[in-house]
């Protein structure tokens, strides 16, 4: 692909995928499974984080204990996935992969969502073509995604960090981008706050348009 030429590495849900309304649905049906209160959009953008039990510490004042976590992971993932089939992509999202690609650049898609549901998901959206490669995780669901992108960066023959961009929609993915050399740019339409997102350090975006437009700002 070249050491030169500019890539981008997409997060999928929350970032492509429009899901946040899915994520508060399934989160609060969740809860109401084990006794915990709803939640509102703006109170789970201002705490979730990565890896998830932490986004639970914050609620519940103390870490779940593996059995409750294995609980809480479950139910979230049965109504998520029973919702996600209604979500689309984000506005554009579609037109600016098809763009970027016209203008030579390669792009990629990492994601924390499980391989085997993401990979059809892409191609039901009909916008796999622009993708050089799809990884969605294939270990533990806690984690974040640093040693997800290690892996992805790796299967990315000849691609220079310095040549990469990472856009996501969380702070994990300015840590996964700095890991491996990387930037990243984050986008304000999913699971944080803006000043969640400023904290992680990287520049904060309204809109996938400007999330590229900075992209390849930063590699000029």
């Not at 984690?143 to 990315?156: D, F, Q």
């Amino acid at each position: 692909m070249g050491k030169h030429r500019t890539h981008l590495v997409w997060d999928w849900n929350g970032t492509l995928l429009d899901d946040i309304g899915a994520v508060i649905e399934a989160t609060n049906a969740a809860f109401e499974e084990i006794g915990l209160p709803p939640i509102t959009l703006e109170r789970y953008r201002e705490l979730y984080c990565v890896p998830v039990p932490l986004f639970y510490e914050r609620l519940l004042g103390r870490l779940p204990s593996e059995d409750e976590w294995a609980v809480m992971d479950g139910a979230f993932h049965r109504h998520y996935w029973a919702r996600a089939d209604a979500c689309g992509l984000t506005a554009g999202a579609a037109e600016l992969l098809a763009a970027a690609s016209e203008l030579g650049r390669t792009q990629s898609l990492l994601s924390l969502a499980p391989h085997e549901r993401l990979v059809p998901l892409v191609r039901r959206y009909g916008i796999e073509e622009w993708f050089v490669r799809v990884d969605g995780r294939t270990g533990h669901s806690a984690s974040g995604k640093a040693e997800h992108m290690v892996r992805h960066l790796e299967a990315l023959d000849g691609v220079a960090p310095e040549r990469i961009v990472v856009i996501g929609d969380a702070a994990d993915d300015a840590v996964a981008a700095a890991h491996v050399g990387a930037r990243a740019v984050l986008y304000t339409g999913g699971s944080h706050s803006r000043a969640s997102l400023r904290a992680a350090g990287a520049p904060v975006v309204d809109t996938l348009a400007e999330a590229v437009a900075v992209a390849e700002d930063m590699l000029a």
